[in-house]
Structures are given as C-alpha cells and as structure tokens.
C-alpha cells in the first residue's frame, strides 16, 4: 500500500491530463527509479525549480505549466509497476463567483475511501464518462481487469504495461475517475476525483 511520509518526500512523477482536469478528472504522472538529467520526478524538484505549490483538500502539491505535470507530497509508493496516487470527492458549488457573494456550500475536496476498477483501453472505442451508473450496467460493456481498495484516499494497483480506464464505486454509483498508461518498469502517478459539485 502507497504509504505517507512526512519526513521523505518521495513522490516520483511526471503528469498527464488524463481525462478533464475539474470534470472527471484525472491528473497523471509517471515515475520511476531513476531521473533523467533536467527531467523533475518528485514534488521537492518541482518546488526547487521554482513551480507554483497549493493545497487540494488536504493535499499539498506543486505543478510545472499548464498542470502538465503534477506531484502530490509525502507519498511512497511500493508497486514497482502500475498505477498509485489519491482519489478526492469534489462537493460543493464550484462555480466562479465573481468575488461578491460567498456561496453557501463552498467548493471542497476531501480524501475518500472507494473500490476501484481498472478496465482495460485499447483506444477503439471514446473514453467513456460514467456518472453515478449502476455498476451492473457498466461492467455489461466494461469489463474489469483488477479490482483495488482505496483507504482514506491513497491506492497503489501493479498492472501489466498498458492503457486503463479508473472507474471507482463510491455511495453504490459507478464513476469514470481518470485514465492511465502503464509503461514496463515505470509507475504511474494518477490522481484520481469523483466530481459531485455544480460546476
């Protein structure tokens, strides 16, 4: 299981918009044992190279332009190939408000617990984007490869080299959470979000 440090910042990544940023959302990043000369794989190069940080929910990361790539603090992963990272809920009134009137029910993200999926995307058919569906009818057409258990909003799933879709069961509906691909040898850093909030 991915495990939290808060005193090694070992988090290798290099990001990828998986599926949309706010909307189903997944931000991707891809790491491995070594680093490549001028190439940023963890969140403390990325701080050192001078990128902007901020907090998610309760998750402290720093992005290099355009959120080409995204890096979470304090996590370790021990898959050795695959896919790892956090799931976030998105609650709440997530539209702009012009700075005037504070909404009752701000825009929030919070780590959660939820059974994850992994489907197997051989790109001949568009992203599907599941929204709160019943599982049954989903997995009629999508078959899940591998099952995992995200807890308090941390997962790690080794996977064969290859793409995947990431749907996660959370409240009973199923949710298109965010898109990978899985190099021999490498992790995949993928941040993945259940959007419930009005956008």
């Known amino acids: 299981m991915v495990r939290r440090n808060t005193t090694r910042h070992r988090v290798a990544a290099v990001g990828l918009a998986g599926l949309l940023l706010f909307g189903c959302s997944a931000l991707a990043s891809e790491s491995s044992s070594g680093t490549s000369e001028g190439h940023i794989a963890n969140y403390d190069q990325c701080v ?7 907090r998610l929910g309760t998750q402290e990361r720093c992005w290099t332009p355009n959120l080409a790539e995204i890096f979470v603090k304090g996590l370790e992963p021990t898959i050795q ?23 009752r029910e701000p825009c929030q993200y919070k780590p959660i617990s939820a059974r994850l999926y992994v489907v ?27 099952t995992a258990q995200a807890d308090n909003g941390i997962y790690e799933i080794s996977l064969p080299a290859g793409s995947y879709l990431i749907l996660a069961e959370y409240e009973g509906g199923l949710w298109s959470t965010g898109f990978a691909t899985v190099e021999a040898n490498r992790r995949r850093e993928t941040q993945l979000m259940i959007n419930k909030a009005a956008d």
């Open 48 to 54: 050192r190279a001078g990128y902007p940080t901020g």
């Open 81 to 103: 190939q695959g896919v790892y990272g956090t799931i976030v809920l998105r609650t709440g009134n997530c539209m702009p408000s012009g700075g005037y009137v504070p909404f």
């Open 120 to 146: 197997t995307y051989n790109g001949t058919y568009p992203i599907p984007i599941v929204t709160n569906e019943p599982p049954e009818r989903v997995f009629k057409v999508h078959k899940p490869l591998k």
